[in-house]
């Protein structure tokens, strides 16, 4: 009797952003949908993609550690495939491949379309020889863009690489496999129309591409039928978002509306997309969650020119400001880069001065990293910040933001919050959830409530997580 061939297994492991996380989706919904099954190790993968992140250096190194070990792997298997997918593939490219001669392919975030093409094409690849050892030739163009195939010595088998960008690749009409669970990304926006002078996203994601408004509607629509009730819309400047008519204020509204989504977040938003018809909605809307990602990278108006972020302490101040004043309660992140090339002691205490001014409820503290290719690698050499005063610049900076962070909290103790219960506690008998604020609460419960929306009073808090107890919906009532 014929057996039937068991499928091929693929495992995708995702480093960096929420962008990454839901490409990760991405990757998976298209090989389950070509007939892999999807597996949670690489020890169970015939196919390992590791889907990698370029924003800074330390990310890169990262992900080449994690790639020569499942190296160890393929010694094992030599018929496992290695893939290195996203911004990292993108940017080093067929450098990647020299530098890892066990990579199999490499392919850039717009390639993910031919993700299957590619690897059928390596499989026929392998089987079938090949030219010269070490020469690229051209392999034709499959969905995700054209595939060189580049031979390796020692009769190792071709390398591919699949490194188009794609100003119509939006990804539309593609179903992402994602967890179970109650929360979903939804990508709304691809790539950046800015040119932050330190930053190398709009290099290996390409320029600002919007999804269809209705697309992003009956995905959500689709979500909330399956019991999602809470979508972090998605995007590198999610608030710039525009598509046939439909801005950002009005895309947010509709999704608000829709049956059965409870919480609406979105990540990241430019400041200066912060608008009032922004602001109107994210306080009229009841989904819309008190809570807004407000990346100001410094607090110095040199700095911030010479990084390009077309705004000024001041204009953000007012942003801060109109957002406080239409939704009190408002918790506010940002993100902060320090020794950007150029920082003088007294411009980087003027970030430190930013941060009390605003009091963010929490802050992501970066060193500036040198992206080969970003104009701000052109500054001339002697503005480049010592690394020893750069890591004292971003040791004070955290001490700052985590004062700021704790005492905010601290001054919270006693709320009742509602909480989505999103994990286990690393305690058994615990649960874990956010707040509609988006601040991380533990407390006894069943983990058969994941996904339930729970009443909680914070009672301690650790100055980052609180610890809290459920209560009843009369107590809750009482509190508010
Ligand atoms: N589009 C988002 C925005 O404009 O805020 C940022 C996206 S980026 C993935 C996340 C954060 O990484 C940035 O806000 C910035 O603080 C940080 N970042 C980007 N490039 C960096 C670099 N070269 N060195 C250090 N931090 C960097
Ligand atoms: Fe990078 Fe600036 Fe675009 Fe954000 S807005 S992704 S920091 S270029």
Known sequence: MNQKPRPKRAYVETYGCQMNISDGELMQGILADHGYEIVGA?????????NTCAIREHAERRVLGRVSQLNGLKRERPDMVI????????????????????????????????????LE????????????????????????????VIERSRGRGPQLAVLDLNMDENYQGLERRRADGPSAWVPIQRGCDHRCTYCIVPYVRG??????????????????????????????????????GVSFPGLLRDVARIDGIRRVRFTSPHPNDVTPDLVEVMAEEDAVCEQLHLPAQAGNNRTLKRMLRRYTVESLLEKVDLVRSAIPDVALSTDIIVAFPGETD???RDTLDLMRT????????????????????R???????????????LAELIEVSRDIQSEINHSEIGRVEEVLIEHTGRDEGQVRGRT????VVVFDGDPARIGEYADARLDRTTGVTFIGTEVGAAESVAAG
């Open 207 to 244: 320029g600002e591409k919007n999804r269809s408004a209705v697309e992003v509607l009956s995905e959500v629509r689709r979500l909330a039928e399956q019991g999602v009730t809470e979508v972090t819309l998605l995007g590198q400047t999610v608030n710039s978002y525009v598509w046939e």
């Open 121 to 148: 094409r390596l499989e026929r690849e392998r089987s079938g020889g090949g030219s010269e050892h070490g020469t690229p030739r051209a392999a034709g163009v499959a969905p995700g863009g054209t595939i060189s």
């Open 379 to 393: 500054l001339p050499e002697s503005d480049f910040v010592d690394a020893d005063v750069a890591q004292a610049r």
């Open 436 to 439: 509609r604020r988006s601040k």
């Open 346 to 348: 007294d411009e980087f």
């Open 42 to 50: 690489p020890e169970d993968a015939d196919v390992v993609l590791v």
């Open 358 to 377: 605003v009091r963010f409820d929490e802050a992501f503290t970066y060193k500036y990293s040198l992206r080969e290719g970003t104009p701000a690698t």
């Open 83 to 118: 893939g290195v997918t996203g911004c990292m593939a993108q940017r080093l490219g067929k450098t990647l491949l020299e530098q890892a001669p066990y990579v199999d392919l490499v392919m850039g975030p717009d390639g993910y379309r031919g993700l299957p093409e590619a």
